[in-house]
């Protein structure tokens, strides 16, 4: 049988990791992406490729992934181990302490190497993934922004802003909440909905600023129920550290997610004296205050899907379902869905390659996904 060709819109930290998975399994797909690297550069604006966001924690559904890949020890060697998690007061008072081995294990989690989630930094995770697709030459072409999809009995055509077309076996929608893909073929109405802005994260060099994070602090969320305010750190490596405040309803609001502040000193000034209005322990004002970048994250509303498979078309990640957007949520249930199909690939490879893939995305993800929003 010889290898089918697979399309993958969008070369986030799903769409690398979905290529990578296939490469494993012999097949060859190639990923387009909308970002132009000459152009975000020339605006001084790498966001998706480049520096951006803040830290996510995997856990172990993602961790058995990355080590299906062949990353999980360069992933920890980039990031750092998480043992605890501690919940506190807003002021670190009172605080409950987690040991994440022990939880995981009561969780089901058998395998010793998977039961200390793994906490890094966003972007160094996509380069790690993206160099991993270098290696074995999977290529992604960049500038290409998907306008609209075309199915015929045995292929998909892609077409692409730049007027250029694409044409494979199956095409994969992994091009996150605002997907071209899930509006071209599966409804123009299913488009994500900003509900407004959740909160803002920076990443500070703590090393640098003389901050000192307890080790059963590399996680930690510090909460006035009254108020309803979170604050958290999270340390991603022995230098980096972000430090994250919900901000719901800030009058400055804008769908921005992700994208770092433009006026750092003064978005950082006025959440770090939040923070210390708040009675926060003093090194969340000062990593705060230090904040080398700074980004608002928001929420959207995404409509449900009955299949997240349609003919030849399968989207993934957040082009498929709404995560609460932070801690790497999107990210560990992405990963998940790569594993899903990776795990299953002998048996659309033996039968036809996208019912394989809809099935295996129709029926054992779906119920996950129900049970994460029945608890949202
Ligand atoms: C810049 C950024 C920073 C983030 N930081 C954090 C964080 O700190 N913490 C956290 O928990 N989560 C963060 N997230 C969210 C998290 O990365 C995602 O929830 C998760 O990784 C799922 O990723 P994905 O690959 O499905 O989508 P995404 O990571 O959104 O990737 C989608 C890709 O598709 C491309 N694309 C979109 N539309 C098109 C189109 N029409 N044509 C071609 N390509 C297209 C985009 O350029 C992008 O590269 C961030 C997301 C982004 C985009």
């Known amino acids: 049988m010889s290898s089918p060709s697979v399309i993958i819109v969008g070369s986030g930290l799903v769409g690398a990791a979905t290529a990578l998975a296939l490469h494993q399994v012999g097949v060859k797909s190639t990923m387009y992406d909308q970002v132009n690297p000459m152009e975000v550069i020339m605006r001084g604006d790498a966001i998706e490729f480049g520096e951006s966001g803040g830290a996510v924690s995997i856990q172990a559904g993602g961790l058995r992934v990355l080590r299906t890949l062949g990353l999980l020890e360069e992933c920890f060697a980039a ?54 697709c270098h ?14 999809v075309k199915q015929e009995d045995d292929t998909v055509t ?25 509006r071209k073929v599966f409804g123009e109405d299913l488009v994500a909905k900003y509900m407004g802005e959740m909160g803002h994260i920076g990443v500070v060099n703590i090393k640098e600023h003389n901050i000192t994070i307890k080790e059963t602090e590399k996680t930690a969320f510090f909460i006035d129920r009254d108020k309803k305010y979170l604050a958290a750190t999270f340390q991603v490596s022995d230098d980096i550290a972000a430090v994250n405040i919900t901000t719901f309803g800030d009058a400055e609001s804008q769908d921005q997610s992700y994208r770092p502040v433009t006026d750092l000193p003064k978005h950082a000034g006025r959440l770090a004296d939040l923070l210390k209005s708040l009675g926060t322990p003093p090194h969340l004002e000062q990593m705060m205050r230090c904040s080398f970048r700074l980004s608002s994250y928001g929420i959207y509303d995404l409509p449900d899907l009955e299949s997240y498979h349609k003919g030849r078309v399968i989207l993934i990640g957040d082009a498929a379902h709404g995560m609460v957007p ?12 790569v594993g899903t199909l990776r795990a299953c690939s002998n048996n659309f490879l033996t039968k036809r390659l996208e019912q394989g893939f809809g099935i295996v995305l129709q029926n054992p993800r779906r119920s996950w996904y129900d049970c994460c929003k029945s608890i949202a």
């Open 79 to 132: 990031g750092t181990p998480l043992p605890y998690v501690t919940w506190a007061k807003i002021d670190g008072s009172k605080p409950i302490v987690g040991d994440s081995k022990v939880g995981n294990k009561k969780a089901g989690e058998t395998d010793p190497a998977l039961q200390v989630p793994l906490q890094i930094l966003r972007s160094t995770l996509h380069t790690i993934l993206m160099r991993a």
């Open 135 to 148: 290696k074995v030459g999977i290529k992604t072409l960049v500038g290409k922004k998907l306008l609209d």
């Open 158 to 182: 892609a077409t692409f802003a730049d007027g250029t077309t694409a044409t494979g076996n199956l095409l994969i929608g992994a091009d996150g909440i605002h997907s071209t893909t899930r």
């Open 326 to 337: 932070s801690a790497g949520i999107g990210l560990l249930t992405g990963l998940e869905d």
